[in-house]
């Protein structure tokens, strides 16, 4: 997937903003299922956006608004059918995404497109390998 986003700045042509997309709400509920379960929205639904041509602040900001909204989903059912929980792991992730957040999203702003797919994309493949 790396790969494929490096091409993709390579490619001369510039990425197209199509909202209207008819396989975003399949994607989009793959990928909520699949972090709801264990963590993967962004390796789903992230990587798919950036490689099918969007622009990498909206994939990136579209996955930030998503993981929050899904984590505040499956923290409230914790907190509902789970009797004995340990709140300060969790007040420590919430605090900790309370002040990354506008730190990611000023970055986003201020770096352009181009260098921030090619930081993806190099990322990627480095996690990737570490997996590996």
């Given amino acids: 997937m790396g790969i494929v986003i490096l091409r993709k700045v390579r490619n001369k042509h ?5 909202r209207e997309s008819r396989s975003l709400p399949v994607l989009a509920t793959g990928g ?33 608004f998503v993981e ?4 505040l989903a499956s923290a409230s059912t914790f907190l509902f059918f789970v009797k004995e929980l ?18 990611a999203a000023y970055i ?4 352009k497109p181009k260098y921030l ?7 990627i493949i480095l996690l990737s390998i570490r997996t590996f």
Avoid: E, H, Q, R
């Fill in 117 to 123: 797919m090619i930081a993806v994309g190099i990322l």
């Fill in 32 to 64: 909520g299922f699949a972090d709801a379960i264990g963590g993967g929205w962004g390796l789903i639904v992230n990587n798919t956006l950036l490689s099918n041509g969007k622009i990498a602040p909206y994939a990136i900001g579209t996955g930030n």
């Fill in 86 to 103: 340990s709140l300060a792991p969790v007040l420590a992730l919430i605090l900790g995404g309370i002040i990354a957040a506008p730190f």
């Fill in 68 to 71: 929050f909204s899904v984590s």
């Fill in 14 to 18: 510039a990425p197209k903003f199509n």
């Fill in 108 to 111: 986003c702003k201020l770096i």
